[in-house]
């Protein structure tokens, strides 16, 4: 079975930087269908356009525009196409780098989705870095690339020690609601007191309800901002933000910027 070498993937290489030990690309995905293939090193994909699966030996997994995986060099797997066009933002590890800042490699195995929106934040800023190529890109980068991973370990760790079971319906929920949530309709969902949700939530997800919401509505949005056919103004409805103000001003207390001027750097236009 074929093995890809550092920096290399199925497509068209549209630009490259290399910074202390990690590989970031950006490529165009031409073919139908790859074939089976392992990677000498692991490596984080997003999908910034199109649609494709992702398949491995344990399963298939669905992959619209916005998505995150993790590839592990152990794991064999495969990409189709479900879109004419498809783009992909990679950030490629040599195994040593993971020695050299003391990250525990092993806590990688196997392949992920990552639907983590703070992961997806550090990502989408690690992107507006690589497009913006200037003489304070690359040191940002590599302090970006150490959230990246320390959080996704953190994470990964806290997986192992059983998180508890309605962490992630409570997850589906979040993601899937359109209206404005309340405790008590989570604890009724979920079987779980208002009480123990108020003390756990902070504790499993990082940070508090609110703020977790938001950053699930600018994970959503980050994706839809690879597209140049969406308005900022059907972003922030297809967000369920209330208008286009609250999406800036959302947008702006965890960029830093104004997805306006985010977009011009990443797109262009």
């Not at 890809?4 to 290399?18: A, D």
């Not at 525009?65 to 152990?74: A, I, K, P, Y």
């Not at 806290?158 to 359109?178: H, Q, R, V």
């Not at 103000?245 to 910027?257: A, D, E, Q, V």
């Amino acid at each position: 079975m074929k093995t890809l070498t550092k920096g290399n993937y199925y497509g068209k290489k549209k630009q490259e930087t290399f910074v202390n030990g990690i590989v970031l690309s950006e490529y165009d995905y031409l073919i139908p269908r790859t074939d089976w293939h392992f990677h000498e090193n692991p490596y984080f994909m997003y999908l910034l356009q199109g649609n494709l699966y992702d398949v491995n030996k344990k399963g298939k997994t669905v992959c619209p525009s916005g998505s995150f995986l993790l590839h592990n060099w152990q794991e064999a797997h495969f990409n189709a196409k479900e879109s004419r066009e498809a783009r992909g933002f990679h950030i490629e590890f040599e195994r040593q780098w993971f020695d050299d800042n003391k990250l525990d490699i092993d806590l990688w195995e196997g392949s992920q989705r990552i639907e983590n929106p703070e992961l997806h934040h550090l990502l989408a800023k690690l992107y507006f870095e690589f497009k913006c190529e200037d003489k304070f890109s690359n040191v940002t980068i590599e302090l970006l690339l150490y959230q990246l991973c320390e959080k996704l370990n953190t994470k990964n760790k806290k997986a192992l020690n059983n998180e508890p079971i309605w962490i992630n319906p409570l997850k589906d929920l979040i993601y899937d609601s359109e209206e404005h949530l309340t405790l008590k309709f989570l604890s009724q969902e979920l079987d779980v007191s208002a009480v123990h949700l108020s003390r756990a939530i902070p504790k499993y997800l990082g940070t508090t309800l609110g703020d977790y919401l938001r950053q699930q509505k600018i994970k959503k949005a980050i994706g839809f901002m690879m597209n140049p056919k969406l308005s900022l103004t059907d972003i922030a409805y297809q967000c369920n933000f209330s208008d286009q103000s609250h999406f800036i001003k959302t947008f702006r207390l965890y960029f830093g910027k104004t997805p306006r001027s985010y977009r011009k750097e990443i797109l262009g236009c």
